[in-house]
Nanobody, 124 residues
Framework: QVQLVESGGGLVQAGGSLRLSCAASGHFFNSFTMGWFRQAPGKEREFVASISRNDDNTYYADSVKGRFTISRDNARNTVYLQMNSLKLEDTAIYYC?????????????????WGQGTQVTVSS
C-alpha cells in the first residue's frame, strides 16, 4: 500500500513561486513513476508533470513547460514540483500520484495511488 501526502500549497501573487512536496510511504517509491495533476474549479483534472523512477526522464504539459520543474529525492521518498512565474490560471488543487508502470505517464488511468491534494491559489 502506498500513501501520498502533499504539502506546500498556499496563496501567492501572480509571477511568484511555490514548491509543492509529496511524501510517499512504502518500500517501492524509487521503483516507479510519479506525477502531478491539478483540478481547477469547474474543470476536469489535468496532467501537469511526470518523472520516471530514475529521475532521468521528465514530461510536462505544454501549459507549464518552462515554468514548472518536477524532481524527486528517492532517499526521502519525496517528489517535488517547483512552480515559477505563476499565473492566475494555475489556481487549482494539485495532486501527486504514483504509477506502477515504468516511464513518464500523462494519463490518469496510469496512476493507481493519489494524494489528498493541496490548494494553490494565484492572485493578481
Amino acid at each position: 500500500q502506498v500513501q501520498l501526502v502533499e504539502s506546500g500549497g498556499g496563496l501567492v501573487q501572480a509571477g511568484g513561486s511555490l514548491r509543492l512536496s509529496c511524501a510517499a510511504s512504502g518500500h517501492f517509491f524509487n521503483s516507479f513513476t510519479m506525477g502531478w495533476f491539478r483540478q481547477a474549479p469547474g474543470k476536469e483534472r489535468e496532467f501537469v508533470a511526470s518523472i520516471s523512477r530514475n529521475d532521468d526522464n521528465t514530461y510536462y504539459a505544454d501549459s507549464v513547460k518552462g515554468r514548472f520543474t518536477i524532481s524527486r529525492d528517492n532517499a526521502r521518498n519525496t517528489v517535488y514540483l517547483q512552480m515559477n512565474s505563476l499565473k492566475l490560471e494555475d489556481t487549482a488543487i494539485y495532486y501527486c500520484a504514483f504509477s506502477v508502470w515504468p516511464g513518464v505517464r500523462s494519463t490518469e488511468s496510469s496512476y493507481g495511488y493519489w494524494g489528498q491534494g493541496t490548494q494553490v491559489t494565484v492572485s493578481s
